[in-house]
């Protein structure tokens, strides 16, 4: 059966190539490309040049202009570039039209990021569903796979052996495929026992961005090891923890990041998984805030959740990283009644946006820790007081 073409290898050379819409600006794109470039690093390529063009729409046949494509394959070619990786989605015959034109491999967004949730998937669960996002992205571009039907094509000859073993292929692919979504539904039944079975305690689940420093807030609050990393998408399986504020319990669970333009495969594929945030109580919704487009990021997670079907909860954003956003945005002469002038209005800009729900800390330094436990202890016990009356006085 032919296989998904594998991205990651050692130390790979790569270009990467966007295009700016008409209701989109440059700056965008260049933070778009940015994203797009620690992507590639995190699966282990080193990115050597960005390529952009200006167009209303992406061409059917090469997704950018002849001109730009003529560019980009003298480049390739000059350079012995080993990879070239667009920033949106491409069909099929995009991808085969540019492998042929650029005689390199070419990789868009959607198959990066599998690749990238392939090699850092851990349970038996994630795997399962990286699978199954693979595979559906597979299943339309197993023509282009077969690179021995190049010689077969031209009218009639279409009908040969290449054809039906494209054929077979399919129906492996589909065969698999609900195998799979078989296995996940077994391990769904004994994931939903298993959170059955952890009593009656009220839920908190993190939510936010990829690499905003969930894992390192979760390590803080549960003071247990949690695996941290600086790479897009640290983490894919969900870590539950049971914490005690005080002398009252809850369950707090770290949830995969989420990234502009995630698969639709893997969105439908990690559904059970967030089966965590589902099921909460309270959203954590952790925001790097020294990153120049973390409004944006917000946007994001939110329309992730809505697109997940997870409905209206009590949610409050925390604003992570406030030390690398006074280092980044304060230089040594600005005064320190300014500083503080700026922060103030910061806060009070976002305490009116959130309607009061969010809190400015710094995780790795443990700063304002102290506010997020006592701000969550106060809203964990205002729910125990609801749900559950008669369990009050124990805590």
């Known amino acids: 059966m032919a296989e998904l073409i594998e991205t990651k290898k050692e130390q790979e050379t790569a270009i990467l190539v966007g295009l700016i819409f008409k209701d989109q600006t440059e700056e965008q794109l260049d933070e778009y490309m940015d994203e797009l470039a620690f992507l590639a690093e995190t699966a282990g390529a080193k990115v050597i040049k960005y390529f952009k063009q200006k167009l209303p729409h992406p061409k059917k046949a090469t997704f950018v202009g002849i001109g730009k494509l003529e560019e980009i394959?003298?480049?390739?070619?000059?350079?012995?570039?080993?990879?070239v990786i667009f920033d949106d989605d491409l069909s099929p015959t995009q991808q085969q039209n540019l492998e042929e034109e650029l005689k390199v491999k070419v990789v868009d967004r959607s198959l990066l990021i599998l690749d990238i949730f392939a090699?850092?998937?851990?349970?038996?669960?994630?795997?399962?569903?990286?699978?199954?996002?693979?595979?559906k992205y597979l299943l339309p571009r197993l023509k282009g796979m077969w690179t021995h039907l190049e010689?077969?094509?031209?009218?009639?000859?279409?009908?040969?052996?290449?054809?039906?073993?494209?054929?077979?292929?399919?129906?492996?692919?589909?065969?698999?495929?609900?195998?799979?979504?078989?296995?996940?539904?077994?391990?769904?039944?004994?994931?939903?026992?298993?959170?059955?079975?952890?009593?009656?305690?009220?839920r908190?689940?993190?939510?936010?961005?990829?690499?905003?420093?969930?894992?390192?807030?979760?390590?803080?609050?549960?003071?247990?090891e949690v695996f941290v990393e600086d790479k897009l998408f640290a983490t894919l399986?969900?870590?539950?923890?049971?914490?005690?504020?005080?002398?009252?319990?809850?369950?707090?669970?770290?949830?995969?990041?989420?990234?502009?333009?995630?698969?639709?495969?893997?969105?439908?594929s990690f559904k059970s998984t967030l089966d965590e945030v589902r099921e909460a109580d309270i959203l954590l919704h952790v925001v790097d805030i020294a990153h120049p487009q973390f409004e944006?990021?917000?946007?994001?997670?939110?329309?992730?959740?809505?697109?997940?079907?997870?409905?209206?909860?009590?949610?409050?954003?925390?604003?992570?990283?406030?030390?690398?956003?006074?280092?980044?945005?304060?230089?040594?002469?600005?005064?320190?009644?300014?500083?503080?002038?700026?922060?103030?209005?910061?806060?009070?800009?976002?305490?009116e946006k959130t309607e009061n729900k969010c809190l400015f800390i710094a995780a790795t330094?443990?700063?304002?820790?102290?506010?997020?436990?006592?701000?969550l202890l106060a809203e964990v016990q205002a729910?125990?007081?609801?749900?559950?009356?008669?369990?009050?006085?124990?805590?």
């Open 73 to 83: 394959a003298l480049y390739v070619e000059e350079k012995e570039v080993d990879l």
């Open 119 to 135: 090699s850092r998937a851990q349970t038996a669960q994630a795997r399962t569903q990286v699978e199954v996002a693979q595979l």
């Open 151 to 202: 010689r077969q094509r031209g009218g009639i000859a279409m009908r040969g052996p290449g054809e039906k073993e494209i054929e077979t292929d399919r129906r492996i692919v589909k065969d698999t495929i609900s195998r799979l979504k078989k296995k996940l539904e077994v391990i769904d039944r004994q994931n939903r026992t298993q959170r059955k079975t952890r009593g009656e305690y009220i």
């Open 204 to 224: 908190v689940a993190m939510v936010g961005y990829t690499n905003v420093g969930k894992s390192t807030l979760m390590r803080v609050l549960s003071k247990s």
């Open 237 to 268: 399986d969900t870590t539950v923890r049971k914490i005690v504020l005080g002398r009252t319990p809850l369950l707090l669970s770290d949830t995969v990041g989420f990234i502009r333009k995630l698969p639709h495969h893997l969105v439908e």
């Open 296 to 351: 944006d990021h917000i946007k994001v997670v939110n329309k992730t959740l809505k697109d997940l079907d997870i409905g209206e909860k009590q949610t409050i954003t925390i604003f992570n990283k406030m030390d690398l956003y006074r280092e980044r945005h304060f230089d040594q002469y600005l005064p320190e009644e300014v500083k503080q002038e700026i922060l103030r209005d910061l806060e009070d800009n976002w305490k």
């Open 365 to 375: 330094k443990k700063e304002g820790i102290a506010q997020l436990r006592e701000r």
């Open 383 to 395: 729910m125990y007081k609801i749900r559950y009356p008669y369990r009050t006085k124990l805590y």
